[in-house]
């Protein structure tokens, strides 16, 4: 019998080098999104179709204002689509659910819980008991490095910490997929190297979807198998680089001729989108 928590996956049962399956996690279908109306309204997204497997690690890069969060926005349910539906495993979005997880780049902590309650606010709001919430934060506190400062507050964590604390806050609830919005963009690029491999790290171990949109094409040809890139707005995909680098990456792997080739075609595709 197994007696773990449903969501809690222990890192044995985890897939070897987080390889995308055959299933679609994440479907978005031909999905428009106009804010406001008439005069002034603003299409921010047109017709956008994006399919994104099981266990993908997806990354989007686009001009700035051509819709990337917007989309990330949508996915999460927190706005809504003028035209189109999207589905999580099948299941079609119409609001927040706890099969999604987002990361923010702004810091989004309850700063009046400390570490532990941060991690443990979703599954203790879903009723979870006692002992499977001890189990869910003492796991995700170790994944991320942070069991020392269990029982701090986030004003005593440095940014990157503090977004530790946001992924391990948003895997808690064991979402199907992970959104993040330029979760490192405000960290100095040594503490965002070291999230990068950590974000690697946990998603390996988790079995996750990870959604997740960055400026930095270096930052998302390190991490994806994959990396949309979205045309000015009204943005759509352009085009879908398939990133074949082998894991597990590390900081070298930008110095690689392949690695340089696939930055130079994503500058092309984006210089003429
Ligand atoms: N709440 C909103 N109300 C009105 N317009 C909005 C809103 N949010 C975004 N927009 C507009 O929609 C367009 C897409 O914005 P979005 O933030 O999704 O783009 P982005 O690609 O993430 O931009 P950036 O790369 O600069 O962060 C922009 O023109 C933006 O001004």
Request: proline share 5%.
């Amino acid at each position: 019998m197994n007696t773990q928590p449903d969501f809690y996956v222990p890192a044995e049962a985890a897939p070897s080098f987080g390889r995308q399956s055959g299933s679609v996690c994440l479907d978005i279908d031909h999905v428009s999104l106009e804010y406001g109306v008439g005069q002034g309204s603003i299409k921010a997204l047109e017709a956008t179709s994006l399919q994104i497997m099981q266990n993908e690690f997806a990354a989007i890069v686009g001009p700035s204002g051509c819709g990337k969060s917007s989309l990330l926005y949508l996915a999460s349910g927190l706005v809504p689509s003028t035209h189109g539906e999207m589905r999580v495993n099948g299941n079609i979005i119409t609001g927040p659910g706890v099969d999604r997880g987002m990361v923010f780049q702004t810091y989004t902590l309850f700063p009046w819980l400390n570490v532990r309650d941060n991690i443990a606010f979703g599954p203790r709001r879903r009723g979870k008991s006692k002992k499977e919430i001890e189990e869910v934060v003492n796991y995700y506190i170790n994944e991320i490095g942070l069991a020392r400062f269990a029982d701090a507050w986030p004003r005593q964590l440095s940014g990157g910490m503090m977004q530790r604390v946001a992924i391990a806050r948003a895997l808690a609830n064991d979402p199907d997929v992970l959104l993040m919005d330029e979760p490192f963009g405000a960290l100095d690029s040594q503490t965002r190297l070291q999230m990068q491999q950590l974000l690697l790290e946990v998603w390996d171990h988790n079995n996750k979807t990870v959604l997740f949109v960055t400026h930095d094409i270096d930052e998302a040809i390190f991490l994806a198998d994959r990396v949309y890139v979205m045309s000015g707005r009204p943005g759509r995909i352009h085009d879908i680089i398939d990133i074949g680098l082998s894991r597990p990456r590390d900081g070298e792997v930008v110095m690689a001729s392949e690695f340089i080739d696939i930055k130079r075609r994503i500058l092309k595709i984006l210089s003429a989108a």
